[in-house]
């Protein structure tokens, strides 16, 4: 009983329409091939991420969030010459490993049945780790506000903001969460940043899933001091199959899809004004590498989920266990 008061209490609206919580999830993929435009050669992209959650009580109607994200992405940002040319510390011929490692520190608050809010602070440290020095240090931060419509659909309405080495990027979030009343059909919606759509066939799932967001990486190399930074665009569409294991606790998903994820290279205190959603306010940096075209990915990802509906049905089951 007192595992399952935890959780309901951290996600107290989740026993309406989101029946879950992810507090593990682990993810790798590849890309097949990315041409660079407007020059020869090719390269592929390899990624990985692992995120965790960890909820602490507080009171009936608070809870602290914490938890740590990691990424990592690795290709070559230059086309491959036929000498050891450097740039800016960074070898034209070899592959660069862009680290971003995420602090979650929020808060969880419910206020009555309908509302509900949820505010994250995301301190994050962001570089190719060759050093890890003051400017590698970039502070954001989420906050939601969640209504329950109705006992299946939950709406967001939020705001996503953080600063990167090209300057403010910052946009609105509009979403909603969807279950229908047989439970086999899905929708997870906090757009623009991400979409996920599925339908279950009880042990093994099938779905169409996005992520699109903007980050940066400063670059070192063999240098001492960093003189220029990657800014990702990423953008991410992808359809998947889910295999439920272990009483629906661990998710095995395999997911197929197209990756438009730009890696452009600037000089170190380049900026823009503004990043708002896709567009860039004040933009007139220089570019230093070719664009990538965007290429088909594979990818695998384990996510460990607990279940609130199969807690309280257990709980039901043994009144008396403490």
Do not use: C
Not at 186 to 191: G, I
Not at 289 to 317: C, H, M, T
Request: proline share 3%; glycine share 8%.
């Amino acid at each position: 009983m007192k595992k399952y008061f935890l959780i309901a209490l951290l996600f107290p609206l989740s026993l309406h329409a989101q029946e879950y919580v992810d507090l593990l999830r682990i993810g790798y993929g590849q890309t097949f091939n990315n041409t660079y435009v407007d020059a020869a050669g090719n390269t592929f992209v390899k990624s990985f991420e692992a995120d965790i959650t960890l909820p602490v009580v507080l009171n009936d109607k608070h809870a602290f969030i914490t938890g740590v994200a990691f990424s990592r992405n690795n290709l070559q940002l230059y086309p491959k010459t036929d000498s050891d040319i450097i740039y800016f510390g960074v070898d034209g011929n070899n592959f660069a490993s862009l680290y971003s490692s995420t602090l979650k520190i929020g808060l969880a608050s419910t206020y009555n049945d309908l509302w509900s809010s949820t505010i994250v602070l995301l301190p994050k440290i962001a570089s190719d780790y060759e050093q890890i020095k003051g400017d590698d240090f970039y502070f954001g931060g989420l906050a939601l506000l969640k209504y329950q419509k109705t006992e299946h659909l939950k709406y967001r309405f939020g705001l996503y903001a953080t600063s990167e080495a090209f300057g403010l990027f910052t946009t609105p979030i509009v979403g909603w969460y969807y279950l229908s009343p047989n439970k086999k059909f899905e929708m997870d919606m906090s757009l623009p940043i991400a979409a996920d759509i599925s339908y279950s066939f009880d042990t093994v799932s099938v779905g169409l899933d996005y992520f699109g967001i903007g980050r940066s990486f400063r670059l070192y190399g063999d240098a001492e001091t960093s003189q220029a930074y990657v800014d990702l665009s990423s953008l991410e569409f992808a359809s998947y199959v889910q295999f439920i294991t272990l009483q629906k606790q661990v998710l095995l998903r395999a997911k197929f899809g197209y990756s438009s994820n730009n890696f452009e290279v600037y000089p170190d205190g380049e900026t823009i004004d503004l990043g708002l959603s896709a567009f860039s306010f004040g933009d007139d940096r220089t570019q230093l590498n070719p664009d990538l075209n965007g290429g088909f990915f594979l990818k695998f990802e384990a996510i460990y989920r607990f279940s609130i509906v199969s807690e309280e049905n257990n709980n039901k089951q043994a009144p008396n266990d403490n």
